[in-house]
């Protein structure tokens, strides 16, 4: 067991994703539900499974060389928006699946870095929850039928079904650019008509929904605890501020489970007529239907609070009395140039837009450097900062795998204190920040030190003359490395990662490799010409689009990096 779970530290194991078994439902009014429709899963060469704290002791324990002693895993603690405080995450079965849905897009549009704030911020919970030794079936669903996208499929002449799924394959596809691991299922709202319409008929037989011509509305006055998530009182909800209001209500905040049909739009059959769902009851459903009615984590963006979790526990409840949902976990906006990001005010960034420019890991080490539950503010003087840091990071692994490619450590060998002691440092630091509520930013800010002693070790003269250097070398990039990994930050190779990373900024300078080789010789002839002022200027043309050049015994090479312009920016960062 300990050889395994050394193996596992060094990221040997593939990535195996959480069981598909479907958790047992309560037996207070659980709905008749029909055996799920599983996705396949799908790994991915450059997400090894992240390796456990269980793992870090066990191999510390089996190799003096991993440079560690054996540590014990912090407890984690998140933040509940239900309870307003942190709390102690205690899986609802002790040593059992742990259950989290996460609301999904609706898919009608390019996802934009709003959706990339939020399910990068899941996609870190799901990993370290992995890291702690929790087996995690994760569920994100897809609204592919609702009044956006039948408006947008109109607006463009095409079937609503089509559309939905060609935006839900191009979100898929950004989530993989950003290292988002694949949820163990990825249910669509047209597979599960049958489970939504059990739930509704639920609802209603327990006295919590009405029908008025081929409409179902839930009573909001029937759930005495409407509201506690959000903390709004019932006399607080006014309709008609996003909707026309429905003389027909009982009352005003009362909400819809089945639209009846209009003419050429989607529709199914039902108990009350043609229709399809609301936009609330599908998410109520579909978690109850692969996680059972009772589970451990339901998450999505700050503005899902009200109304749209609210509006699902209510559901819930009334379907099942014994339904409950011990984390609710909600991340914050993204501000553009410090406004709300909205169509309105045409700062909408799209993935596909930044990532035309920037490495998606990019982004994504941008998004972590701010706290999930946080506003960020999107501006491309951070994301320029993000990209340089994400740069150095991977050359500095890049040159510590060139240099221990050739060597192998005896077994056994101990590494130098400092060594050991850095490594330890690093661990320490990255559990205990990211057991507090999963503060990623200090999680990052923790591998600056082991990475500046990377480089002492690699470049200066000092350094190249520690003993046990190619080791130490090694331990510490088996660290970072798996830090990197919980992270989601970790490249299928550092030098690919490079590569792309100067394609970007080529792009991003309206430049070709070509024409910097050129201004490179012309700063050459110019410098051996004694003309430094020629020289001087080149290298500031190249600095204010984000080219640095790089002066060494074997000649002048280049690196992406900030525009001169903000230089200041990242200094400061």
């Not at 870090?56 to 991993?66: E, K, M, Q, V």
């Not at 290298?539 to 640095?548: D, M, N, S």
């Amino acid at each position: 067991a300990a050889a395994a779970a050394a193996r596992r530290a060094v990221g040997l194991l593939p990535l195996l994703l959480s069981s598909p078994s479907r958790a047992r439902l309560p037996h207070c009014q659980a709905l008749a539900l029909t055996p799920p429709l599983l996705r396949p899963h799908r790994l991915y060469s450059h997400s090894p499974k992240p390796s456990s704290s269980a793992a870090f002791s066990a191999s510390a324990s089996a190799s003096a060389s991993n440079g560690a002693p054996a540590g014990r895993a912090r407890e984690l603690h998140l933040y509940n928006t239900k309870s307003r405080r942190k709390e102690l995450f205690q899986p609802r079965v002790p040593g059992g699946e742990v259950g989290m849905y996460v609301c999904g897009v609706t898919p009608y549009d390019d996802s934009h870095i709003g959706h990339a704030r939020a399910y990068v911020a899941f996609d870190v919970l799901y990993r370290y929850l992995r890291y702690l030794d929790h087996k995690v079936r994760y569920v994100r669903n897809f609204t592919d039928i609702d009044d956006k996208i039948i408006a947008r499929a109109n607006q463009l002449g095409e079937d609503p079904f089509s559309l939905s799924k060609r935006y839900s394959d191009d979100f898929l596809s950004d989530m993989a650019n950003l290292h988002c691991l694949p949820p163990s299922v990825e249910p669509r709202v047209s597979d599960h008509i049958d489970q939504i319409i059990n739930m509704i008929k639920q609802i209603i037989d327990n006295d919590c929904a009405y029908a008025i011509g081929g409409d179902v509305y839930f009573s909001v006055e029937n759930f005495p605890e409407y509201g506690d998530l959000s903390g709004r009182k019932l006399d607080d909800n006014r309709a008609g501020e996003r909707v026309a209001v429905d003389e027909r209500k009982k009352n005003p905040a009362d909400f819809a489970l089945w639209k009846a049909a209009k003419d050429g739009e989607p529709c199914w059959d039902s108990p009350w007529g043609p229709g399809r769902p609301g936009w609330h009851i599908e998410c109520s459903a579909m978690s109850a239907h692969y996680l059972g009615h009772s589970f451990d984590i339901h998450g999505g963006g700050e503005d899902l609070i009200f109304p749209h979790h609210e509006n699902e526990i209510a559901q819930s409840r009334a379907a099942c009395c014994d339904s409950s949902i011990n984390y609710w976990i909600h991340n914050g906006f993204v501000n553009v140039n410090s406004q709300k990001m909205s169509k309105s005010l045409g700062n909408f960034v799209t993935i596909r837009k930044v990532t035309e420019l920037y490495h998606p890991l990019a982004l994504r080490m941008f998004l972590l450097g701010t706290h999930y539950r946080s506003p960020i503010n999107y501006t491309i003087e951070q994301l320029n900062v993000a990209s340089d840091r994400l740069y150095y990071t991977y050359q500095t692994l890049q040159d510590c795998e060139e240099s221990c490619q050739q060597h192998q450590s005896k077994a056994g060998d101990p590494l130098p204190a400092n060594t050991t002691n850095c490594i330890q440092k690093l661990h320490d630091e990255f559990e205990t920040s990211m057991s507090d509520d999963l503060h990623t930013s200090v999680a990052l800010a923790a591998i600056s030190e082991p990475l500046k002693v990377m480089n002492d070790l690699l470049h200066t003269r000092k350094g190249k003359k520690q003993e046990k250097r190619l080791e130490s070398l090694s331990a510490m990039e088996e660290k970072i490395r798996m830090v990197l990994s919980v992270l989601g930050l970790l490249p299928s190779s550092y030098y690919e990662a490079l590569q792309q990373l100067r394609e970007k900024a080529l792009r991003r300078a309206s430049m070709t490799e070509e024409q910097v080789l050129q201004k490179i010789e012309e700063r050459t002839s110019a410098r051996k010409a004694k003309q430094y002022e020629k020289s001087d200027e080149i290298r500031k043309e190249l600095a204010a689009v984000g080219i640095a050049l790089m002066d060494g015994p074997d000649g002048t090479t280049w690196r992406p990096s900030a525009p001169l312009s903000e230089q200041g920016v990242v200094a400061s960062t």
